[in-house]
């Protein structure tokens, strides 16, 4: 500040003159106002950074306690431990300590002492304060080199000079206009003044409206009355001088504080971007867990529909899901790693700390539930397909049942009261004969049904160990049918021994209708059982089993003509036993009394079985159709995936060796690149060609293919490994690039890189391991230690996997060149702000910094909590510090 020490004794000399005041002058009632309202205000601008003020100056410094606050804040340092009693003792001791402090910056104090200023001297206390704003607010004030008041008259010269009706030679009557006030504010902020419409005429116009502008927008509190400057003829110099010297002090520092601020803007400009690369990140990793999280409980479901249309519906959205949903999110993963790489490039490039995601949202951990997903996805396609089966299966079982049900039921329709009759005990004995002859035939006729009582247990039993969803009504209704079938056996019991009973009663007989009977009951039974089986369902998934339906159809059809002959024989016992009637004229009701079968019946359910043969010709003819069509799309499938899967390999294996065997500069690499995943992505149109085929297949219920090993599974998982990996090698290039250009590596240092690093690649995989790394820096001079080396791979692996990528390589080997900011000088640039304290203020941030990074700043500083600490106080230097990494924000 000081050139040499005859400038500062002259200072010193200055300043001893300025304190052998004119005590006459000091005794002017005007000049004395002035100077406590001036000095009053200028001490309360510094102690209401402690939280508090003054009213009397000459009262509320007699205990010394707010005097040596006051030295306190305007210097930054502590001064003794203040006594706390309310004797006078305690009062003077307290006010030396303040005067000692004083006398300490190299100020002689004439003619002031405690005692004086403790029993509120008025002239004593109002010299003691001029005398401490000479040392700390005029005394540092160095223009051209002059200093002190000189200096500060001179800096007034300097930046009024353009101002027409302005001319400061002094610091009294230069002012009392009030045009130098408002040119010194309108000099530094123009905005504030319409200095053109200001008049010299009108002093108290433009004294009011430079204290008003001050006090408002410069933190200069009003120190001095437009009314007492006016109506003094000369106003008081060391109050003008005291508040001009505000001026100097609010104005002088504005071009470091710009400087500081535009560091400091920088710095925070580029955290800020991180800092949104990194939320950009955490919510599209959060997004693409969550949709993972809600995907994966969907694939595990393996809660079956009851009906074919639902699992149907079920595999329709997992078509949808597989064809719409799962290739965007296929896209935000590799996106995602994109970013996260890029990301850590840019932070390695402005030297902070690699970016460690939020627990759960790593790269690896989205790796994780992808595959998760893919397990889960693969079991339910599988799952679906099965349940498609079994629910066929289901449904062919459920008609079985109900239509032999159906036939059943309606055979046992009336049988219970037949047999309940007591129509025996009045007929006559051949009545009686007659009705034993038809229980017989009912008998044989209710054994003939076992069998199908037997088929409806039996497909009940199926259909529960299935899982049929309407078991419980299927099994009622089986267990009604055998209810019914034991009481049947039992009535039938009853009835023939009652008949036997009575059996010698009865002497004519009618063979011919019994024979008819015992014929035409089984035949009966023949031909519903043809009808079931020439209208029974069939599901078939090969020729071979196709053929096998007509092999046995046709076996079939050449028993009818021996069936056609038992039919006529059963006919001809009928029109035999009518001959008889007609011969005999035996008194017969009309009807056979041992069967309800009758010759119509007969031919008619006869006609029945001839009208299906042929139908069931045509449907085994279609099913033989489909059968072909869907053999001819098994291989047409087979052609093309025999094609696709070996490409899909080849590539991936191309691919392989271009990361490693790359030349030319890295812009001929990535243009390469990216021509070749062009060539790889016009082959889309072939992937969509095969899931077309592979969804015909689908539709048509194919569940395997003999001509081929690949699945459209393997296809598509092949397929996205392939998109994936271009994408990341192109990747790597680019954030090479970005690594180069920031660090001005050449291309002859990125091939001694690059030739280094796949020499030491001994897997020829893209990464080396640690060891191999280890070797690596050896070999190029490092002398490692195990902590050493620890440390370097802290830089080089973040994530802790255990090996080191080329990118990471490469940035190690460079990463000496850089030339970034330090948190030190971010440090220093926020103490200029500050003012040189230890803490800096939020208003202090508001007027240096933009708004939004004001208030970033603002948000993320802890409140200073140091010995010097004030209201609103906040730490900067931690805040610094955090910047780069050493501490948590």
Request: negative net charge; glycine residues 4%.
């Amino acid at each position: 500040m000081y050139n040499n020490m005859d400038e500062y004794d002259e200072e010193i000399t200055y300043m001893h003159q300025e304190d052998d005041w004119d005590r006459d002058l000091l005794l002017d009632p005007a000049w004395e106002k002035q100077q406590r309202k001036t000095f009053t205000a200028w001490c309360n601008s510094h102690l209401r950074k402690a939280g508090t003020q003054i009213e009397n100056i000459e009262e509320d410094f007699r205990d010394g306690l707010k005097l040596m606050l006051l030295l306190e804040v305007i210097s930054g340092e502590r001064l003794a431990k203040p006594e706390r009693g309310k004797m006078r003792v305690h009062k003077i001791s307290n006010v030396n300590k303040a005067l000692d402090f004083i006398a300490g910056k190299g100020v002689k104090l004439v003619s002031i002492g405690a005692e004086e200023i403790v029993d509120g001297n008025a002239k004593m206390t109002l010299g003691m304060i001029w005398t401490i704003i000479l040392r700390f607010a005029i005394q540092d004030i160095s223009v051209e080199e002059t200093s002190a008041k000189e200096g500060l008259l001179l800096w007034c010269q300097r930046k009024t000079a353009p101002y027409k009706n302005v001319n400061i030679q002094n610091f009294h009557i230069s002012w009392k206009d009030g045009l130098g006030f408002c040119a010194l504010i309108h000099r530094h902020r123009p905005e504030l003044i319409d200095y053109g419409k200001l008049r010299k005429d009108d002093p108290m116009t433009n004294l009011n409206t430079a204290f008003d502008v001050a006090e408002k927008y410069l933190d200069i509190p009003k120190m001095l009355d437009a009314e007492d400057i006016i109506s003094t003829l000369r106003p008081d110099e060391k109050a003008v001088m005291t508040y001009v010297s505000c001026y100097y002090h609010a104005f002088s520092g504005k071009q470091k504080a710009e400087t500081a601020a535009n560091r400091i803007c920088k710095v925070l400009a580029v955290n800020q971007e991180n800092e949104q690369l990194m939320e950009d990140y955490e919510k599209l990793a959060s997004d693409l867990l969550e949709w993972i999280r809600r995907t994966i409980p969907w694939l595990e479901n393996r809660m079956p529909e009851n009906t074919m249309q639902a699992m149907q519906q079920k595999l329709e959205d997992f078509r949808d899901y597989r064809r719409l949903h799962k290739p965007p999110k296929v896209q935000e993963k590799c996106q995602l790693e994109i970013n996260f790489n890029t990301l850590q490039t840019k932070l390695r490039l402005s030297n902070r700390p690699a970016f460690m995601p939020s627990e759960g949202k790593m790269v690896s951990d989205i790796n994780n539930g992808w595959g998760n997903l893919e397990g889960a996805e693969k079991g339910y396609e599988e799952w679906l397909l099965n349940e498609i089966r079994r629910l066929e299966r289901l449904d062919h079982l459920a008609e079985k049942f109900r239509q032999k049900a159906a036939i059943h039921e309606a055979w046992t329709e009336g049988k219970e009261e037949m047999l309940q009759k007591h129509d025996f005990e009045t007929a006559s004995l051949s009545e009686i004969k007659a009705l034993l002859k038809k229980h017989e035939a009912f008998e044989s006729d209710l054994a003939a049904h076992q069998d199908r009582v037997e088929q409806i247990a039996a497909i009940a039993q199926e259909l529960n160990e299935l899982d049929y969803y309407d078991s419980p009504s299927v099994n009622a209704r089986c267990q009604r049918i055998c209810d019914q079938w034991d009481a049947l056996g039992a009535l039938t019991q009853k009835r023939s021994e009652a008949l036997q009973r009575t059996e010698k009663l009865l002497e004519t007989i009618d063979q011919l209708y019994l024979e008819f009977a015992k014929r035409a009951a089984p035949f009966n039974n023949w031909m519903e059982g043809a009808m079931e089986d020439l209208q029974d369902t069939f599901i078939v998934h090969t020729i071979e089993e196709i053929q096998g339906l007509s092999s046995a159809h046709e076996q079939f059809k050449a028993t009818l003509p021996d069936a056609d002959k038992e039919r006529q024989a059963i006919l001809g016992i009928h029109n035999e036993i009518a001959k008889i009637v007609q011969t005999y004229h035996v008194n017969m009701a009309g009807t056979n009394p041992y069967t309800t079968i009758n010759p119509q019946e007969v031919n008619a359910k006869w006609d029945k079985v001839r009208q299906l043969v042929p139908q069931r010709d045509q449907a085994l003819i279609e099913e033989h159709a489909r059968q072909q069509n869907n053999e001819r799309l098994r291989r047409q499938f087979a052609n093309q995936a025999n094609v696709i899967g070996p490409w899909i390999q080849t590539k991936m294996e191309e691919i392989g060796r271009i990361s490693i065997e790359m030349h030319g500069t890295l812009e001929d690499q990535l243009t390469h690149l990216r021509q070749y995943e062009k060539s790889i992505v016009n082959y889309k149109p072939k992937i969509d060609q095969l899931e077309g085929d592979h969804q015909l297949i689908q539709e048509a219920l194919i569940f395997d293919n003999k001509h081929t090993n690949y699945t459209m599974e393997h296809i598509r998982v092949g397929w996205e490994q392939l998109l994936t990996t271009i994408a990341r090698t192109i990747n790597e290039i680019e954030n090479q690039v970005l690594t180069r250009d920031a660090k001005g590596i050449t291309q002859e240092q990125l091939n001694e890189y690059r030739a280094s690093f796949n020499h030491f690649d001994r897997k020829r995989s893209g990464i080396m391991d640690a060891e191999d790394f280890k070797t690596c820096l050896i070999s190029v001079g490092y002398n490692l230690g195990e902590n050493e080396f620890s440390r370097i791979m802290s830089i080089v692996d973040p994530n802790r996997m255990g090996v080191v990528t080329f990118q990471a390589f490469i940035d190690f080997m460079s990463r000496e060149t850089t030339d970034t900011d330090t948190a030190d000088q971010v440090t220093a640039s926020f103490k200029v702000l500050a003012g040189d304290k230890n803490y800096i203020l939020a208003d202090e941030l508001l007027r240096e910094l933009p708004p939004d990074q004001a208030e970033y700043c603002m948000a993320r500083m802890a409140p200073y909590t140091g010995p010097d600490a004030v209201p609103g106080a906040l730490d900067y230097m931690s805040f610094s510090t955090a910047l780069y990494g050493e501490s948590d924000l």
